[in-house]
């Protein structure tokens, strides 16, 4: 009797193990409300602020083996305001796509952390300014994440996700070139999963 229900429990926590591990091949796509909240400083000795945002936001991860996947975060694009001494001057938006390695903790529970690091992209678009012609440049810069999924069902689950990106872009306004202008944001997002 004590054999059989050895052989049991076992075979119990071997199939949970299974069923919540990820797995070579797997694709996790999440979905929810991602918030970018720019933290730098920017042209004009921090004088100029760019304001939040939050949009609908898309992750996926397609996993390499058990614990090495490869992360894309992208997003409706987002629009932020920019003041000048408190007072709004204009406004731009961007789409800031962002790819990172992750590396998954093995925890056999339905509990998913993870970690990330790769490269960031951000173009900006739709720039409009009241002191004239405002233009700013796109940015290359390096991005970490960590984060993790909790798993509701053998498919479903619920995510909390973080990513700070070093966003730097170069200014213009009228022709002339303003400083460099550091967004350097933290991006939350917080929605649902669902592995393939």
Known sequence: ????????????????????????????????????????????KGALDVGNNTQLGLDGTYMLNNQ??????????????????????GSTKHLP???????????NTQFHPYVGAGI?????????????????????????EAGFDYELSKNWGANLGIWYADIDTKAKLNGAKLDTVKIDPVVYMIGASYKF
């Open 1 to 44: 009797m004590k054999k059989a229900l050895v052989a049991g429990l076992t075979l119990i926590a071997a199939v949970s193990t299974q069923a919540f591990a990820y797995e070579q091949g797997d694709m996790v796509v999440r979905v929810g409300a991602a918030m970018v909240h720019p933290a730098g400083d920017g042209a004009l």
């Open 120 to 144: 960031n992209y951000t173009q900006f678009f739709t720039e409009r300014s009241s002191l004239g012609d405002l233009e700013l440049k796109h940015s290359f810069g390096p991005a970490v």
């Open 97 to 107: 796509p962002t790819v990172t390695l992750q590396y998954h903790f093995n925890t």
């Open 68 to 89: 090495l996947g490869i992360g894309v975060l992208a997003a409706t694009p987002f629009k932020h305001d920019i003041t000048l001494n408190g007072a709004k001057i």
